[in-house]
């Protein structure tokens, strides 16, 4: 997580089982003037206590919006970074600081910055999953909503380096016919699905829709009804009168799409293992009791340095503009 990514120290502490969790949390966030930001792949509980639930970009935008004192993020570390980087003055913590991510694992910036100088007149890209430090050698972010957009934006002879998803990269290279240098960066979760387990589950479910992130490779993109962003595959189902969705992303995002639509069927896509399910492992490390301890300590507290957020934040803002200026 780089030398500018510290902790006072996390207090793991038993929690009483007697304590009703959501209460206590509840009492806390008032006490404090807290938030708690949930991702949509969290737990169906965290969720359910958090104040704004959604993917990373929106939860940062409202955290930057909020008047809270202290703002929990339930999320991965890249999210709390982004949080801090858009908030500096707010106090940002995360449950567990272990809750990392393969995605922006698999791009480390000093590696990055050595395979950056091989394209000296490329402009760089960076998907906003990924680290502070990657964001310092970005010269646009962008989510997996708006990148063919900002890619789009762009003139047509602009050569362009990005990272750190492979995939998602070759989506947006296919969908615009750009110039487009890919980091062989991928998810480790929309990298198991398994093309011949889909194939058969749509076979047993003729009517229902495969929802896809397009972090998924391109072969289950390819039979896919619907590409799109946690927030947009929720919505899509939301408005669709289809009834019935094979959903192939991570699995905790069906619980905001149950609530929305209860009469509707949502079945995870298969991975190619054994398990039945296609968690991320990163984001389960926060639990309810994580979440508890973190808001009565206060701790782990992700800091930044002031040179760090100052040189991630302006990629960050060139999106917004650029989003800005394109009507998204």
Request: proline fraction near 5%; hydrophobic fraction near 40%.
């Given at each position: 997580?780089?030398?500018?990514?510290?902790?006072?120290?996390?207090?793991?502490?038993?929690?009483?089982?007697?304590?009703?969790?959501?209460?206590?949390?509840?009492?806390?966030?008032?006490?404090?003037?807290?938030?708690?930001?949930?991702?949509?792949y969290?737990?169906?509980?965290?969720?359910?206590?958090?104040d704004?639930?959604g993917?990373?970009?929106g939860?940062?935008?409202e955290?930057?919006r909020?008047?809270?004192?202290?703002?929990?993020?339930a999320?991965?570390?890249?999210?709390?970074?982004?949080a801090?980087?858009?908030?500096?003055?707010?106090?940002?913590?995360?449950?567990?600081?272990?809750?990392?991510?393969?995605?922006?694992?698999?791009?480390?910036?000093?590696?990055?910055?050595?395979?950056?100088?091989?394209?000296?007149?490329?402009?760089?890209?960076?998907?906003?999953?990924?680290t502070?430090?990657?964001?310092?050698?970005?010269?646009?972010?962008?989510?997996?909503?708006n990148?063919?957009?900002?890619?789009?934006?762009?003139?047509?002879?602009?050569?362009?380096?990005?990272?750190?998803?492979?995939?998602?990269?070759a989506?947006?290279?296919?969908?615009?016919?750009?110039d487009?240098?890919?980091?062989?960066?991928?998810?480790?979760?929309?990298?198991?699905?398994?093309?011949?387990?889909?194939?058969?589950?749509?076979?047993?479910?003729?009517?229902?829709?495969?929802?896809?992130?397009?972090?998924?490779?391109?072969?289950?993109?390819?039979?896919?009804?619907?590409i799109?962003s946690?927030t947009?595959?929720?919505?899509?189902?939301?408005?669709?009168?289809?009834?019935?969705?094979?959903?192939?992303?991570?699995?905790?995002?069906i619980?905001?799409?149950?609530?929305?639509?209860?009469?509707?069927?949502?079945?995870?896509?298969?991975?190619?293992?054994?398990?039945?399910?296609?968690?991320?492992?990163h984001?389960?490390?926060?639990?309810?009791?994580k979440?508890?301890?973190?808001?009565?300590?206060e701790?782990?507290?992700?800091?930044?340095?002031?040179?760090?957020?100052?040189?991630?934040?302006?990629?960050?803002?060139?999106?917004?503009?650029?989003?800005?200026?394109?009507?998204?």
């Open positions: 997580m780089g030398d500018d990514l510290k902790t006072k120290g996390f207090l793991d502490i038993p929690v009483d089982l007697s304590l009703d969790l959501f209460s206590e949390i509840n009492k806390l966030k008032k006490e404090k003037n807290a938030i708690i930001l949930a991702h949509y969290q737990d169906a509980d965290i969720q359910d206590v958090a704004y639930i993917d990373s970009l939860l940062s935008q955290a930057a909020t008047k809270a004192d202290i703002i929990v993020f999320g991965v570390h890249f999210m709390a970074e982004t801090k980087i858009l908030s500096p003055n707010k106090k940002v913590l995360l449950p567990d600081l272990k809750a990392g991510c393969s995605l922006a694992d698999s791009c480390p910036a000093d590696a990055f910055f050595e395979f950056k100088k091989m394209y000296p007149d490329h402009l760089v890209i960076s998907y906003i999953n990924c502070a430090e990657l964001k310092t050698l970005t010269d646009i972010v962008c989510t997996s909503t990148a063919v957009q900002i890619v789009e934006s762009l003139p047509k002879k602009q050569k362009i380096i990005f990272a750190p998803d492979k995939n998602l990269g989506y947006i290279k296919k969908k615009t016919g750009r487009i240098v890919l980091w062989d960066g991928a998810c480790m979760v929309h990298e198991i699905f398994s093309l011949e387990k889909i194939s058969n589950l749509k076979h047993k479910h003729p009517n229902a829709k495969l929802l896809a992130h397009p972090e998924c490779e391109a072969n289950i993109l390819e039979i896919a009804d619907y799109g946690t947009g595959i929720l919505n899509y189902s939301i408005k669709s009168d289809c009834n019935e969705f094979i959903v192939a992303t991570e699995a905790g995002i619980h905001q799409m149950q609530k929305s639509s209860p009469n509707k069927s949502f079945i995870p896509a298969p991975p190619n293992n054994s398990c039945a399910c296609n968690d991320c492992p984001m389960k490390l926060n639990t309810l009791e979440l508890y301890n973190c808001l009565k300590y701790q782990p507290e992700v800091l930044l340095s002031a040179d760090l957020i100052e040189k991630a934040k302006r990629p960050i803002i060139k999106m917004l503009d650029l989003s800005k200026q394109l009507g998204l």
